[in-house]
């Protein structure tokens, strides 16, 4: 029983991680194949070849974004960018959405940004208790004049669900950078502290935070 529970997991550890691969590219690839609505039926490799391509929709989709890209970089096409987002900047419910999608996406995306670049370890709920964080952002706000306090935005991630999560603003002398990058957090909080990253020789032990004396 004890070699047959042994063989079991090891086929376990073999198919489970292979299979959800599978399904996730599956459902990546099926989601941005749906894109293929865009082109005429009579285009489509169905009426063409008489069977569908799979990830042919993960192709046009690329070439889109990139000839999207091409055109946004030239003087025409930061017009036309702005021309879109004026109309857009004047339907009350589209104007809200459409420029909150676009700063969080600028922040994350911009060469020089500091959002999701770095591990944090803070505090919480309590004193003693440990979790990871990611930092979003050090911009002096409303919040830095008002409790006089140098504070870091960062986003508090649920396990196994990094998706959710919640958004504190942490006093700096109160965070602990880690060395580890933000693929490395992740895994550690979707696999619930299962899967940890290779300590780096020569670190120091994390000294308390100062008002936790």
């Known amino acids: 029983?004890?070699?047959?529970?042994?063989?079991?997991?090891?086929?376990?550890?073999?198919?489970?991680?292979?299979?959800?691969?599978?399904?996730?590219?599956?459902?990546?690839?099926?989601?941005?194949?749906?894109?293929?609505?865009?082109?005429?039926?009579?285009?489509?490799?169905?009426?063409?070849?008489?069977?569908?391509?799979?990830?042919?929709?993960?192709?046009?989709?690329?070439?889109?974004?990139?000839?999207?890209?091409?055109?946004?970089?030239?003087?025409?096409?930061?017009?036309?960018?702005?021309?879109?987002?004026?109309?857009?900047?004047?339907?009350?419910?589209?104007?809200?959405?459409?420029?909150?999608?676009?700063?969080?996406?600028?922040t994350l995306f911009a060469p020089g940004g500091q959002s999701f670049r770095k591990v944090l370890l803070v505090e919480y709920p309590r004193r003693g208790l440990w979790t990871l964080a990611f930092q979003t952002g050090t911009d002096i706000g409303e919040a830095q004049q008002r409790t006089g306090e140098d504070v870091v935005n960062v986003y508090l991630p649920t396990t196994p669900n990094p998706t959710s999560g919640f958004f504190l603003m942490v006093p700096r002398r109160d965070v602990v950078e880690l060395d580890m990058s933000v693929d490395e957090g992740l895994k550690m909080i979707i696999s619930m502290g299962v899967v940890v990253p290779p300590v780096k020789p020569a670190l120091a032990p994390v000294a308390p935070p100062e008002a936790s004396t």
């Open 1 to 106: 029983m004890s070699a047959l529970r042994r063989y079991l997991l090891a086929g376990v550890l073999v198919w489970l991680p292979l299979g959800v691969t599978v399904l996730v590219v599956k459902l990546f690839v099926d989601l941005l194949d749906k894109i293929m609505v865009i082109i005429p039926h009579r285009y489509t490799p169905e009426a063409l070849l008489g069977f569908p391509i799979p990830g042919l929709g993960v192709l046009l989709s690329l070439l889109i974004i990139f000839v999207t890209g091409v055109i946004a970089a030239n003087l025409f096409g930061r017009r036309l960018v702005h021309l879109w987002e004026a109309i857009l900047a004047r339907i009350p419910l589209v104007r809200s959405v459409y420029s909150a999608v676009k700063q969080v996406t600028e």
